[in-house]
């Protein structure tokens, strides 16, 4: 999908190569963190999610990989994007008991027929051999796209944009997005599903903005 040399895989080894790896960053909220250490926001104020998880750097050719994965119906980027996600699942530790997409508002999921989020956890869930849970939560609020706003008005703007059936959830689970911004969408989610905070909660996505 990068050139036009053959390949088995959406893209090929050496195009591969110009994905840019993302590392360093803080293991909690994946933002740039000199030697990968918590970085001082986590610190002063810890978020909902206590890791994340987030292979790609959201920079030519992933955002482009990423658009046609999101808007052009290249849902067979879901696989070759979850092996990425594996791959740097290997150094953590113990995996999650459940995987939950963020869920797309139903007017967005009928319009672009399907959700990128639960093809990529189908994805993960089939990899990892983990259940996939798509009915607990909705997304209530048509928001605006994220990536239209400023970093403050993201956080205002997801407020009470999910709703969750209140199903009895295990204690580990992984909240998986396509692209991690500001964090705020996989945060209010979180704070949905886990609202005693007693649950270990964890970020997966592509890319980080
Ligand atoms: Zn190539
Ligand atoms: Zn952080």
Redo the contacts with the bound molecule.
């Keep these: 999908m990068l050139c036009s040399a053959e390949a088995e895989s959406a893209w090929c080894c050496s195009c591969e190569k110009d994905l840019l790896i993302k590392d360093n ?7 740039v ?1 000199p030697g990968g250490l ?6 002063k104020a810890p ?1 909902q999610v206590s890791s994340t998880i987030v292979p790609l750097h959201y920079q030519y050719p992933t955002d482009h990989l990423i658009r046609l994965f999101k808007y052009k119906n290249c849902i067979g980027l879901a696989r070759p994007f979850a092996r990425l996600i594996v791959d740097q699942l290997l150094r953590s530790n113990k995996l999650p008991d459940l995987i939950i997409p963020v869920p797309l508002h139903k007017s967005r999921q009928r319009q672009r027929g399907y959700n990128q989020s639960l093809e990529l956890a189908k994805q993960l869930g089939k990899h990892l051999n983990i259940k996939t849970d798509y009915r607990s939560c909705k997304r209530i609020k048509n928001t605006a796209p994220q990536s239209s706003l400023s970093f403050k008005e993201r956080s205002k703007n997801i407020i009470g944009a999910f709703s969750f059936n209140g199903a009895t959830l295990p204690d580990h689970i992984a909240i998986i997005d396509d692209v991690i911004t500001s964090g705020a969408t996989i945060n209010e989610l979180a704070k949905m599903i886990n609202p005693t905070g007693d649950k270990k909660i964890e970020a997966w996505a592509v890319a980080k903005a």
């Excluded at 960053?25 to 933002?31: E, L, R, S």
């Excluded at 918590?38 to 610190?43: E, N, S």
Aim: charged share 0%; aromatic share 0%; net charge neutral.
């Design positions: 960053g803080c293991p909690v909220c994946a933002n963190s918590i970085c001082g926001h986590c610190l978020p």
